[in-house]
């Protein structure tokens, strides 16, 4: 990531808490001079149950309560006010995990008062900027920032810092089986690989390949390659068993459009599938749609 993203990726977090120097050095760990900052009891911070988050290291963990013990917490966690009483962790929740083992009984905390939605905004991008996050759990948050916070994907590639492109590949990756997104997760498969099996576009068959890529060791490109094959032998089966009167209306339609166009029919009843190569092209058949 160049310096220009990662200065974007900071102004979520950065519009939130405090500006500040160098980090200071353990003993005087005190948040900073405002009503806001102090230090808070360990037990009164709650995790957020709907924090981008889901999986946490337990090797990083140990490590990093091991530093934690060394030299202190040195970066207060920021939290919110809960209604039924104590805090809320919005950013730094792993922080938090990592102080409880290293037996630690108060840590700094900012409090801010925030909306759910600049809630889950600030603890998504923290994770983003820490690389805490696995391609689904990100995936997941855009798709929640998405349905629940009426974002969009300009919305959050400017949030994040990335291109909108970015942001609709992540959100791809929730079209995987199950089966292959638990493969991803437990990093049997990258996330170029699950990307590379939705060229295959059918359920069962992805979860057929990804195994093999497993087995085989395959790589992305090859994954890529291997469903690109598979996806073209489906088209072939299913023309085959098209009735002749199917396989004359799609040639009909191609003449008439210009491009290959496929019909499923299903006892009466179906879709017509319309390729384009361009969206010159799209617009082109746009305009023959609309012809009275």
Do not use: C
């Not at 090797?59 to 990093?64: K, P, R, S, V």
């Not at 108060?106 to 996050?133: H, I, K």
């Not at 990258?190 to 890529?213: F, I």
């Not at 290959?260 to 299903?266: E, F, L, N, P, S």
């Amino acid at each position: 990531m160049n310096d220009g993203n990662k200065r974007r990726l900071g102004r979520g977090l950065d519009a939130l808490l405090p500006s500040s120097g160098p980090a200071p050095m353990p003993q005087p760990v005190v948040a900073a001079a405002s009503a806001d900052g102090f230090r808070a009891k360990i037990e009164d911070l709650h995790p957020n149950r709907s924090q981008p988050r889901t999986r946490f290291d337990d090797t990083a963990l140990a490590e990093l309560a091991g530093s934690i013990k060394d030299i202190g917490l040195l970066e207060p966690i920021l939290v919110r006010k809960r209604a039924q009483g104590g805090y809320e962790i919005v950013a730094g929740e792993r922080r938090w995990r990592a102080a409880q083992r290293a037996g630690l009984r108060e840590v700094p905390v900012y409090v801010r008062e925030l909306t759910e939605g600049r809630a889950f905004e600030a603890a998504l991008v923290e994770n983003l900027q820490r690389e805490d996050l696995n391609p689904l759990e990100t995936a997941r948050a855009f798709q929640r920032l998405l349905d629940e916070h009426q974002h969009t994907h300009d919305t959050i590639a400017k949030l994040i810092g990335k291109d909108r492109s970015t942001v609709a590949n992540a959100l791809r990756l929730l079209k995987l089986p199950e089966s292959v997104v638990d493969l991803i997760e437990s990093k049997q498969l990258s996330e170029g690989h699950g990307r590379a099996l939705l060229g295959a576009g059918d359920t069962t068959v992805m979860q057929k390949l990804a195994r093999e890529a497993i087995a085989q060791g395959w790589s992305v490109r090859e994954t890529e390659r291997r469903a690109r094959v598979a996806a073209q032998e489906k088209q072939t089966t299913q023309a085959v068993a098209k009735s002749p009167n199917t396989r004359d209306l799609e040639e009909r339609l191609t003449r008439r459009v210009g491009t290959r166009v496929t019909v499923a029919d299903r006892k009466g009843k179906g879709h017509l599938q319309i390729a384009f190569s361009s969206y010159d092209e799209l617009d082109r058949l746009i305009g023959i749609l609309e012809k009275k």
